[in-house]
């Protein structure tokens, strides 16, 4: 996050905690990440951290490992090799879904596509998961999801099936049912890609909320905006690797790799 929004962010939130990223108070860790698709190696040693309250954007070209990244790390994908840690506890890929529940819930999943059922509404879409999960009375998962409902600007759409909700609003409730399980982190999947662009920014604000909020979060984006202007950290990936990353003011304006320069050079014509 560039200095003037940082100071947002802290003035906003002054009567709160320190809401800067915590030294030493890991959420997410990988060592020499390794993931093959067949005999394409798409993570290549990947050694990845991501502190509480830290807000860390993924971006690189197509095809360069971000999203099979953030899979591997609530073990959609299951990692070749290497290691992963989330809030200290080891993720081994070859633990039963219920073994392995228990440490994916503390990271909420944020799609592309939705991903919402669409027999449920939206309030059911939002409770689904701490009602059977987290065993949470209905009373209080009601409530819960009524007040993220509001957080994100769709309480007035709780009984709406998504079928009749736009994609900037299937989105925004997507974002209140990973928060529905309160998650130690977010990690969103390239969250903008599918939507039109008029839409765009209806999702990045609630996402840009979240941040100034001290959520921990993760965002694959192609919005360099965002990721100049909300990250605490931007990480640079290119064929399955992590060619760069630092400070977003920094990393924007003064990239040290050539695939850095060569990829900022492409998309940043388009900004201010």
């Known amino acids: 996050m ?8 802290t003035v906003e939130n002054a009567s709160l905690q320190d809401l800067t990223p915590i030294e030493g108070d890991l959420i997410i860790r990988t060592e020499k990440l390794n993931k093959y698709f067949s ?3 798409v993570l290549k040693d990947i050694n990845f951290e991501v502190k509480r ?3 860390v954007a993924l971006i690189g070209p197509s095809g360069s490992g ?11 994908e299951k990692a070749s090799s290497g290691d992963i840690y989330i809030n200290g ?3 081994d890929p070859n633990l039963s879904v219920k073994q392995l529940s228990p440490i994916r819930r503390e990271l909420g999943m944020v799609f592309q596509n939705f991903n919402l059922f669409p027999h449920m509404t939206v309030l059911q879409n939002v409770i689904e998961a701490p009602l059977l999960v987290r065993k949470m009375p209905k009373e209080q998962a009601h409530a819960l999801g009524e007040s993220l409902l509001a957080k994100v600007g769709l309480l007035e759409k709780r009984d709406i099936y998504p079928g009749r909700l736009s994609g900037g609003q299937k989105q925004r409730v997507a974002i209140a049912r ?3 399980m309160q998650p130690r982190a977010l990690l969103f999947d390239e969250p903008t890609s599918a939507l039109d662009p008029e839409l765009v920014g209806e999702v990045l604000k609630v996402m840009k909320d ?9 965002v694959v984006t192609h919005e360099m905006q965002f990721a100049r202007d909300v990250s605490d950290r931007v990480v640079f990936m290119s064929d399955g690797m ?3 990353e630092g400070d977003p003011d920094d990393l924007f304006r003064h990239p040290k790799e050539k695939r850095t320069q060569l990829f900022l050079e492409r998309v940043l014509s388009v900004l201010p």
């Open 178 to 180: 990973a928060l529905a």
């Open 210 to 218: 979240l941040a100034y909020e001290g959520s921990t979060m993760v």
């Open 89 to 91: 506890e080891h993720l």
């Open 242 to 244: 992590i060619v760069e």
């Open 39 to 41: 005999d394409k190696h």
């Open 2 to 9: 560039n200095p003037e929004q940082n100071h947002n962010r």
């Open 66 to 76: 971000k999203s099979t990244l953030i899979r591997c790390l609530n073990a959609l």
């Open 53 to 55: 309250r830290e807000v």
